[in-house]
């Protein structure tokens, strides 16, 4: 009986205490934007998931950015296999959505299916474009080869054993557009400087390089890169997702003489703990794209024209150097900004095949 | 090495003679049933208490727990209950949604029995994933580059991607009967060398849409797809599905080769004693696996409109195991799986969209059940009233070293 009574006294103190330390919140309607709450905007994932630390992630910061914005009503379907689209596009009709946004170019079958059965209903299709232009479909495209130039530009430029390397994570054109511009910066650098910076991992002309053949397993990634700068690489520009992390991470493990540039989003952001071997990142404007899309249907500005991310709108571009602003030259960065204003102009121009053209 | 639980627990249809009778009375396909169900109950709570963690609601009003606990205590209760609601309805809860289940569960189906069919001969087919790839390759390069009359064009369709798969299990049959290469190691290295070779594929101008520089072929040619069932994306495909595992049951059964491959992976020694071959029977068990893996890929690429993508084959020839795992290696339990786990990835999808639960959960309960079902002696220490299992796991357990 004693041991029931002091049970008691334990559980009754701990409940006061825990009494003590909250209390429940009143009921709160003041939150800033409901303007909306019946526009839907939906969207629907590729079988990365939401939570791809890519392009799925990113393109879904865009779509939250909106919601919250202009106060809509956030529906999303996350998919687990190829087999999951028209299920969960048809889903998103169903749930009446005002716009929705399919990520990737696997779903451009669905997305056009769905698009041409429901001409009421808004689409935009990020990284994919349709054979033949949909009156409410609006494709979202980026010219990262502009932005990859620079990088390439970069690297050569803080390479100090003459060797850069990439690797990406499979053969797709939104992934070799990277490699593609990285490789040509870097001829640019030779050209300019009268030097012999060489790639490894990516050979432009013949298309063919060094892939960990999946974007998830970042111990492949690891290795890969580890090859790289086996043979002498010391800036590693890793086009692979998740399994770009295994490439961070062997540049951090060689304490300093090995750095990387990080593509999609901004790394010292996205992953933070690598921050310190980040000379940059190419910034591929997913989630501003996203963003405009939703809010021009939300505003009746809707259009389908293709949207083509580039330096000039600012839907691709070099992230910020942080812990290498002060290691970066002044005279580097003053050059890069003289490419960018030259690709812009068109004074470079850029011969990757894979970059996405005006419709 | 032997195995002496190997009693034949469950020739389904045969009549029920004393012989297979376990202690309780009730005979053994029943106590499995009742494991296997139990096994369900003890995944939703599992998935119960995920969800409560998980939710949103119930973390805000946890926060006051003292203050007002039967908040966090209601708000659990309706996390969970909306949640299973919407898993519920969205897998039998109308004509629609019976028909998406049952397409999920069509290839889970085939790959499924692949897996069960081997499982009998005493071979753990880790493969099916390459099979099914293989014969979704066959099947969608006959589909989209040949030109045949309607009907004809579907049938050697098919039939390519039976032979796709058959040639891709047969491989590893001829290496373990002439080299004694073990199966388990050969099947998860010819998955690789199929998905690798289908993201090859799919950077060639044979196989890549024209007009596009994805990686993503043409749709087969509406001669070449599966009649569908109405509005649904439900294709004739369920039914050769199901007529696979007919197929299966009579193979294993009712046929003298059958017989032969049950010998076999009840005891290699004895049945290589009594005179039968052992290699060929592996043969023909990886064949006859290999092309229903196949048939699972024709299903993808011939059924739902899908081109051939690198993620044509999703995860199928994995979750093929655990079907093959819940059903028990019989043909019957594999249908049976094959619908609860369609039923759980259709339910799934609707459940993240109307509770924005996360689409992993399923894969959780459908990971869980399978653990259960496992370990038997788990489950009936937590329900204690469950009869006692003859021959518990003999399918499950066999295979590694068998």
Redesign the interface.
């Given at each position: 009986m004693k041991k029931y009574v002091r049970g008691l006294a334990i559980v009754g103190a701990v409940?006061?205490?825990?009494?003590?330390?909250?209390?429940?919140?009143a009921e709160d309607t003041a939150g800033g934007g409901d303007a909306n709450k019946d526009f839907k905007a939906c969207m629907v994932s590729d079988?990365g998931?939401f939570d791809d630390k890519s392009f799925n992630q990113t393109s879904y910061a865009g779509l939250q950015s909106a919601v919250k914005e202009k106060g809509l009503t956030e529906?999303?379907?996350?998919s687990?296999?190829?087999?999951?689209y028209?299920?969960?596009m048809t889903?998103?009709v169903q749930?009446k959505c005002n716009v929705i946004v399919a990520v990737g170019?696997?779903l451009?079958?669905a997305t056009d299916k769905a698009a041409q059965a429901n001409p009421n209903i808004k689409f935009a299709i990020v990284d994919?474009a349709p054979?033949k232009p949909i009156a409410n479909l609006k494709p979202l495209a980026f010219n990262t080869a502009q932005s990859s130039f620079q990088a390439g530009y970069l690297a050569a430029a803080m390479s100090k054993t003459g060797k850069v390397g990439t690797y990406g994570g499979?053969?797709?054109?939104?992934v070799t557009i990277f490699m593609d511009g990285f490789a040509e910066g870097v001829r640019y650098y030779n050209k300019q400087k009268s030097k012999n910076v060489q790639v490894l991992g990516w050979d432009d002309a013949k298309q063919a390089g060094l892939f960990t053949?999946d974007f998830e397993d970042k111990a492949k990634g690891q290795n890969t890169a580890q090859n790289l700068i086996t043979q002498g690489a010391d800036v590693i520009f890793p086009v692979a997702g998740p399994s770009g992390l295994g490439g961070l991470q062997a540049a951090k493990a060689s304490n300093g003489k090995v750095n990387a540039i990080w593509v999609d989003t901004d790394g010292c952001v996205s992953a933070a703990e690598y921050c310190s071997v980040l000379i940059s990142s190419v910034e591929k404007g997913m989630d501003v794209a996203v963003h405009d899309a939703v809010v021009s249907v939300v505003d009746n500005k809707f259009d389908n024209s293709q949207f083509i991310g580039t330096m000039q709108n600012g839907g691709t571009g070099l992230a910020p150097f942080h812990e290498f602003d002060s290691k970066v030259p002044a005279d580097v960065k003053s050059e890069l900004e003289q490419i960018k204003a030259d690709i812009i102009s068109g004074k470079i121009t850029i011969e990757s095949k894979?970059q996405p053209k005006a419709s | 090495m032997s195995n002496d639980t190997a009693t034949e627990p469950e020739q389904t249809p045969v009549p029920a003679g004393p012989a297979k009778e376990s202690g309780s009375g009730l005979p053994n396909w029943a106590v499995q049933g009742l494991v296997s169900l139990s096994a369900i109950v003890l995944a939703l709570v599992v998935g119960a208490i995920l969800i409560i963690i998980g939710d949103d609601d119930v973390t805000a009003a946890a926060g006051y727990f003292g203050a007002a606990p039967m908040d966090t205590i209601s708000a659990a209760l309706t996390a969970v209950g909306e949640a299973y609601k919407a898993l519920f309805l969205g897998a039998v809860g109308g004509v629609d949604q019976i028909a998406e289940s049952l397409t999920q569960a069509t290839p889970l189906i085939c790959g499924g029995l692949a897996v069960s069919l081997a499982f009998r001969a005493g071979l753990f087919n880790i493969g099916a994933q390459g099979q099914l790839i293989i014969g979704a390759i066959f099947a969608s390069y006959v589909g989209f580059t040949w030109d045949l009359p309607p009907g004809l064009h579907l049938l050697v369709a098919v039939i390519a991607g039976l032979i796709g798969g058959a040639l891709w299990g047969g491989v590893v049959g001829v290496l373990k009967a002439r080299t004694g290469a073990h199966e388990v190691i050969v099947t998860i290295m010819l998955n690789y060398v199929a998905i690798y070779l289908l993201v090859w594929l799919l950077t060639t101008t044979t196989f890549k849409r024209p007009g596009r520089d994805d990686p993503i072929s043409p749709i087969v040619k509406p001669n070449a797809q599966f009649p569908q069932f109405g509005d649904t994306r439900l294709h004739a495909g369920f039914l050769l599905a199901l007529l696979a595992a007919v197929f299966v049951w009579w193979l294993l059964n009712r046929s003298t080769v059958g017989f032969e491959l049950r010998a076999v992976g009840a005891n290699a020694d004895a049945s290589r004693t009594a005179g039968m071959s052992v290699g060929r029977a592996y043969v023909i068990a990886m064949v006859i696996a290999g092309a229903l893996a196949g048939l699972a890929g024709s299903q993808q690429v011939l059924g739902t409109d899908l081109p051939l993508t690198d993620g044509v084959a999703a995860t199928i020839g994995f979750d093929a195991i655990t079907v093959a795992l819940l059903g028990r290696g019989t043909p019957l339990g594999t249908v049976l799986a094959g619908l609860l786990f369609g039923a759980l990835n259709a339910g799934g999808l609707q459940m993240q969209l109307q509770t924005q639960t996360p689409l992993t959960l399923t894969t959780v309960l459908q990971a869980v059940i399978v653990l259960f079902v496992a370990a038997p002696a788990l489950v009936r220490s937590i329900f204690p009233f469950l009869p006692k299992e003859r021959g518990a796991g003999a399918v499950l357990a066999k295979g590694w070293n068998g």
């Open positions: 409940t006061l205490a825990v009494a003590a330390c909250g209390s429940k919140p079988s998931g529906v999303k379907a996350e687990k296999s190829d087999n999951d028209p299920t969960n889903a998103m749930a170019f696997k451009e079958d994919s054979a499979i053969k797709i054109p939104t053949g894979v | -």
